[in-house]
């Protein structure tokens, strides 16, 4: 298994979003530096996640804040703007060169699809909750946000596994 991980460019968009939202004040309450990272470095996912809940302690203004911010940071990056537009949902939650590119964190696979649907499964390889729970939140808003890019109208639910010791997620996506 992999060292969980996150690409310096995922960092650096959250901290342009905290700066548009709340200001130079907002990277400070959460003890954010965006001169430490550099866009092409990994760096570890547990510093990902620190941030995470840090904002989520100390900025976020609803239960949605840090899906918001995942949404926006992907739909404002044009690198994925041109790579989804017009694309079938279904072939691009059904491909894990997304995630790959920008995290290495878990295992995703397609659970169930039929046209307009697809149940995915996201198993970190985090062992707590807390961060499972947060890191969670933050690829319901990329996969919202990967909605957005493809033109399509659509939500996502995000569901846990009850049994005791699963640290899965399941992500229920609908699309027309």
Same mark, same amino acid.
């Given at each position: 298994?992999?060292?969980?991980?996150?690409?310096?460019?995922?960092?650096?968009?959250?901290?342009?979003?905290?700066?548009?939202?709340?200001?130079?004040?907002?990277?400070?309450?959460?003890?954010?530096?965006?001169?430490?990272?550099?866009?092409? $470095?990994?760096?570890?996912?547990?510093?990902?996640?620190?941030?995470?809940?840090?904002?989520?302690?100390?900025?976020?203004?609803?239960?949605?804040?840090?899906?918001?911010?995942?949404?926006d940071t992907i $739909?404002?990056?044009?690198?994925? $703007?041109?790579?989804?537009?017009?694309?079938?949902?279904?072939?691009?939650?059904?491909?894990?060169?997304?995630?790959?590119?920008?995290?290495?964190?878990?295992?995703?696979?397609?659970?169930?699809?039929?046209?307009?649907?697809?149940?995915?499964?996201?198993?970190?390889?985090?062992?707590?909750?807390?961060?499972?729970?947060?890191?969670?939140?933050?690829?319901?808003?990329?996969?919202?946000?990967?909605?957005?890019?493809?033109?399509f109208k659509g939500?996502?639910?995000?569901?846990?596994?009850?049994?005791?010791?699963?640290?899965?997620?399941?992500?229920?996506?609908?699309?027309?």
């Amino acid at each position: 298994m992999e060292k969980p991980r996150v690409k310096g460019d995922v960092f650096l968009r959250v901290s342009a979003y905290i700066v548009k939202k709340w200001g130079k004040a907002g990277l400070a309450r959460v003890n954010m530096s965006p001169d430490q990272y550099k866009p092409e $470095t990994w760096y570890p996912l547990n510093d990902f996640i620190s941030l995470l809940l840090a904002i989520k302690a100390n900025l976020a203004e609803s239960e949605d804040s840090i899906s918001n911010i995942a949404r926006d940071t992907i $739909t404002s990056d044009d690198r994925w $703007t041109w790579a989804f537009k017009d694309k079938n949902p279904e072939v691009v939650f059904s491909s894990t060169a997304r995630q790959d590119a920008l995290y290495k964190m878990g295992e995703f696979n397609v659970l169930e699809t039929s046209p307009g649907f697809m149940r995915l499964k996201m198993a970190l390889w985090e062992n707590t909750d807390e961060k499972r729970d947060v890191f969670a939140e933050f690829y319901k808003g990329r996969l919202l946000g990967v909605l957005d890019l493809t033109g399509f109208k659509g939500n996502v639910e995000q569901k846990y596994c009850t049994e005791e010791g699963c640290k899965n997620v399941v992500y229920a996506i609908f699309w027309i």
